[in-house]
């Protein structure tokens, strides 16, 4: 860890650097120092935070203010602090954020163990934020009471993003660190592994925090060790019931989940872990609910050895096998702003072929026609309509990687695009369509609804899909921001 | 300004003229070129004719391994290559040929340099495919960010001020415009991927834009009309394999 008298500090109280006035100095960590700064045209509290960076030092502290250099400014909502701004190593390295009010969940460390009601609301809240970070394809990779605040309002905020993983960006830490960077204690056993891309990860810090929260106690205790470390991954903690006879099931039934050595065994997403802290009468209880001991040396052993051994795959029945090949069609808009309808339709059709190995897809678009000029003539503007309708629909199925035989694309002409669709599916045989509704449309109070249509006259399972409610927000702002530009 | 950058094209007509749209769709000020205009393609004379007008309007262009094949008949090249090859020489004008024979290397602008291959040696016309190949090049240069194609496939390198290499794979998927902020601390090698035959699973065409002022360059995927594409391949009577990997995006 870097020494914090060695480095000369680079910036003094009352300096300017881009317009961010230097006020005092309000922290001094080991990787940075954070600095209240104020700037004229800006009313939110700020920090400037500024990685500590002299000869000699380890690199990790650069590594990570790079990553929080690129991540900060990519993601939004109430879940993480806001950035107004970064600088570079190139002249002044730093990052400004929103100063919050408050203290970090650390300040907690003396009330432990806590309530079992408040604890489960406070893991509560951290899920959701995790939920929402992890829609925003970042793992935080370092989930401990330091790293959480709470706004006046009640949502846990989430900081530090300095180890940090960005689906969509290089991953500096990765290919720079062998070893595997983060808080012991809190540390999913696949980290130690090199795994950097799992999500679940994350649920198996928030588990290691709600059992010290609620038991006063580290379930794999606070060695800094490699060696100690790596215990986790075939040592399983004791269960919270041997430490506190009165602890409820529901929450242990939390806890040992969301602390299971393999991720698939863990909540799939913090948003079902979320929903079941919100609702703890409707856990499903299962075995792990009623442990008192941890598994048996035998079971260990078994773990410490056998490690790699895959789990047995389901068997398929015949019944199951028929019912796995339907034709699945999917109406698609091509226009430019449906994209992230069109996004949430390939969710949607993706689930489904996930489950069905054998089903096929036509991907159908209506080339809407005027009712007046019903003797189009095949001229080349229309041609090349058609021709780029048919590019961006089979574009839209690549990702699926579907052999050529089990896909189809079709754009087809119609004055009307509800009829022609439910045509196309009675012709067809289809057994599923899957269409996309649009939201507040003017055209769809002036004209009524494709979609409602559709599912009013199709004689098959439809699924209208509608963006996720983040998407259509980020597209909203979008478009208000290019208005704004123009 | 906002740079569009292009790379092996290969006289795929179609899908550089949708990447060409697209970029110009995204405001790009200037295009810059990689080479290999020519080779596997059935539209040389349009593609280099079409090199030749962007350079005249400000374009920069280098010259690729296939662009020199063209004029040097001892580059060595497997035997599908050399056979759209001599079939590509018959097809362009003496004017042409003598366009790619005095296209540079490489070309210096700023703090970027833009290369066919990599830096270290370019008219070897070595692979960038692992980091210690994007170490060298990075290590063989003084420019910050260096441009290459060749390999067909997006990828992006990092060095950092201790020397240690990072390595990326941008996402293919066309809902992502993929973007990173190519950080001022450390040297990058970004290799762009290919406009006419890409090869890494994703039939779409590349190309990406830099913006030289933000440092931040998006990797973008352009659907194009692949079946014209690959029948004019067919058509011409070059290798229909070649018009089959068109398809496939490999």
Redesign the interface.
């Given at each position: 860890m870097a020494n914090p008298s060695r480095g000369k500090p680079s910036i003094q109280s009352g300096e300017e650097i881009d317009g961010f006035v230097i006020g005092e100095r309000v922290h001094r960590g080991g990787m940075a120092t954070l600095w209240s700064v104020t700037h004229p045209g800006i009313a939110t509290p700020l920090l400037m935070k500024i990685p500590v960076v002299s000869e000699g030092e380890d690199?990790a502290a650069?590594?990570s203010f790079?990553m929080e250099?690129?991540i900060l400014p990519r993601i939004s909502g109430p879940h993480v602090p806001r950035c107004f701004g970064t600088g570079?190593?190139?002249r002044q390295?730093y990052v400004v954020i929103e100063r919050l009010p408050g203290q970090t969940l650390y300040a907690r460390l003396g009330d432990l163990p806590l309530g079992y009601e408040e604890a489960g609301s406070i893991a509560g809240k951290i899920a959701a934020a995790l939920a929402d970070l992890h829609r925003q394809n970042v793992i935080h990779h370092d989930i401990k009471p330091s790293s959480i605040m709470f706004r006046e309002t009640g949502e846990a905020v989430l900081i530090d993003f300095g180890l940090s993983h960005h689906?969509?960006?290089?991953?500096?830490l990765?290919?720079?660190f062998r070893v595997p960077f983060g808080t012991a204690p809190y540390m999913a056993p696949e980290r130690l592994l090199g795994v950097r891309d799992d999500p679940r990860s994350d649920i198996f810090s928030l588990g290691v925090l709600l059992y010290f929260f609620t038991t006063g106690v580290r379930p794999f205790g606070e060695s800094e060790t490699l060696r100690g470390m790596r215990r986790r991954l075939w040592r399983d903690p004791y269960p919270p019931r041997q430490l506190r006879a009165d602890y409820p099931p529901w929450l242990q039934e939390i806890v040992l989940r969301c602390l299971e050595i393999e991720p698939v065994w863990r909540y799939p997403t913090a948003s079902q872990l979320a929903f079941e802290l919100a609702h703890p009468d409707q856990i499903k209880l299962t075995a792990r609910s009623e442990r008192v001991r941890r598994d048996s040396l035998a079971t260990v052993l078994r773990r410490r050895f056998n490690r790699g051994v895959s789990l047995p795959k389901p068997k398929s029945d015949l019944a199951a096998q028929l019912a796995s090949g339907p034709i699945v069609a999917v109406a698609l808009d091509t226009a430019e702003a449906s994209?992230a309808l069109?996004?949430a339709l390939?969710v949607t059709a993706e689930r489904i072929l996930a489950t069905l190995p054998s089903a096929r897809l036509a991907c159908v678009n209506v080339l809407k026609l005027g009712r007046i000029t019903i003797d189009r003539t095949l001229d080349e503007q229309g041609y090349n309509k058609h021709?780029?309708r048919l590019?961006?629909l089979?574009?839209w199925a690549?990702?699926f990687?579907l052999d050529e035989s089990r896909l189809s694309v079709h754009v087809l002409e119609a004055i009307d695009p509800a009829a022609a669709i439910v045509e196309f599916a009675a012709i067809n045989h289809v057994d599923h369509i899957i269409i996309g509704a649009r939201q507040n449309s003017t055209r769809r109070t002036l004209l009524g609804s494709v979609s409602a249509k559709v599912v009013a006259e199709a004689t098959c399972t439809i699924t209208v899909v509608r963006p996720p409610r983040l998407a259509i927000a980020r597209d909203q702002e979008k478009r208000r921001d290019e208005r704004v530009s123009r | 300004m906002l740079l569009a950058v292009f790379a092996d094209i290969h006289a795929n007509r179609q899908a550089f003229d949708a990447c060409l749209k697209a970029a110009r769709a995204k405001g790009a000020e200037r295009i810059i070129l990689l080479g290999d205009y020519v080779g596997y393609g059935a539209d040389p004379e349009w593609t280099v004719d079409a090199v030749m007008g962007l350079v005249e309007e400000g374009a920069i262009a280098v010259r690729g391994n296939h662009d020199n094949a063209i004029g040097v008949a001892s580059e060595t090249m497997n035997a599908v290559a050399q056979a759209a090859i001599e079939w590509t020489r018959g097809r362009l004008s003496a004017l042409q040929r003598r366009f790619l024979a005095d296209l540079p290397l490489a070309v210096e602008d700023e703090d970027r340099l833009y290369v066919h291959s990599e830096a270290s040696s370019p008219a070897r016309w070595r692979y960038v495919q692992t980091?210690s190949d994007a170490a060298r090049s990075i290590a063989a240069t003084s420019a910050r960010v260096t441009f290459c194609g060749h390999i067909h496939a997006p990828a992006?390198y990092?060095m950092?001020?201790?020397a240690?290499?990072?390595?990326?794979v941008?996402?293919t998927?066309?809902?992502?415009q993929?973007f990173?902020?190519l950080?001022?601390?450390?040297r990058w090698l970004a290799v762009i991927g290919s406009v006419g035959q890409p090869r890494d699973?994703?039939?779409?065409a590349c190309f990406a834009t830099f913006d030289t002022s933000s440092g931040e360059i998006t990797y973008c995927r352009v659907?194009?009309?692949?079946e014209?594409a690959a029948n004019r391949i067919r058509e011409n009577g070059l290798p229909r394999w070649l018009a089959d990997r068109l398809l496939a995006g490999r």
């Open positions: 690199p650069i590594v790079e250099q690129m570079d190593f190139a390295p689906n969509q960006l290089p991953d500096l990765q290919e720079e994209g069109n996004e390939r021709v780029d590019v961006a089979r574009h690549s990702p990687k | 980091t992006l990092s950092s001020s201790a240690k290499m990072t390595s990326f941008p996402t998927d066309v809902a992502v993929l990173v902020q950080l001022a601390g450390r699973g994703d039939p779409a659907p194009y009309d692949v014209t």
